[in-house]
T-cell receptor, first 114, second 117 residues
């Protein structure tokens, strides 16, 4: 069984460009989460999917951010018109059908906006 | 108020010794869960141990144990027989809310542990 995977692992982009990240959860997990982690901080929640439905979004998720999980399997996180403040590690996690299940994280995508 | 407080930004421990990483939490929800994750320099968050608010006994997983003191709202991680590979950031996290719905997880700011040979 493979864990959560994320692609790409690193992304360098220029300010104003759009970027898209992909997350593949553990296959039997129906819940998927996106977090953002800046230097010296713990991960901060961005958004949550149960199957294909996006059920929760943080106020941190500005209108430049959009996430999808079209078939309830992999998910994408897109950032439009990137800003230098978007530079961070973007982490994806997945968990099983019960809300008390542990979240397992992927390796993250490190975004650098120049 | 901070939901999760980790007061030790950095810790040193001698190899083969035990170390305790502190975590206090704040919630009014009677049903919650406490987690510890390890984050090596590679960036991946590795799940270590979980304690539910209704669990009667402290959780243990190999060399990791969680010292859960509910009345004091503390959930310290104890690592026994430290190894060089234990050098990493350690995050305490809390899930609030019971079964059903979204499980909001809040993380602390982490403790950087360095194991000295």
């Amino acid at each position: 069984d493979t864990g959560v995977s994320q692609d790409p692992r690193h992304k360098i982009t220029k300010r104003g460009q759009n970027v898209t990240f992909r997350c593949d959860p553990i296959s039997e997990h129906n819940r998927l989460y996106w977090y953002r982690q800046t230097l010296g901080q713990g991960p901060e929640f961005l958004t949550y999917f149960q199957n294909e439905a996006q059920l929760e979004k943080s106020r941190l998720l500005s209108n430049r951010f959009s996430a999808e999980r079209p078939k309830g399997s992999f998910s994408t996180l897109e950032i439009q018109r990137t800003e230098q403040g978007d530079s961070a590690m973007y982490l994806c996690a997945s968990s099983g059908q019960f809300s008390t299940d542990t979240q397992y994280f992927g390796p993250g995508t490190r975004l650098t906006v120049l | 108020a901070q939901k999760i407080t980790q007061t030790q930004p950095g810790m040193f421990v001698q190899e083969k010794e035990a170390v305790t990483l502190d975590c206090t939490y704040d919630t009014s929800d009677p049903s919650y869960g406490l987690f510890w994750y390890k984050q090596p320099s590679s960036g991946e968050m590795i799940f270590l141990i979980y304690q539910g608010s209704y669990d009667q006994q402290n959780a243990t997983e190999g060399r990791y144990s969680l010292n859960f003191q509910k009345a004091r709202k503390s959930a310290n991680l104890v690592i026994s027989a430290s190894q060089l590979g234990d050098s990493a950031m350690y995050f305490c996290a809390m899930r609030e809310g019971g079964a059903g719905g979204y499980q909001k997880v809040t993380f602390g700011t982490g403790t950087k542990l360095q194991v000295i040979p």
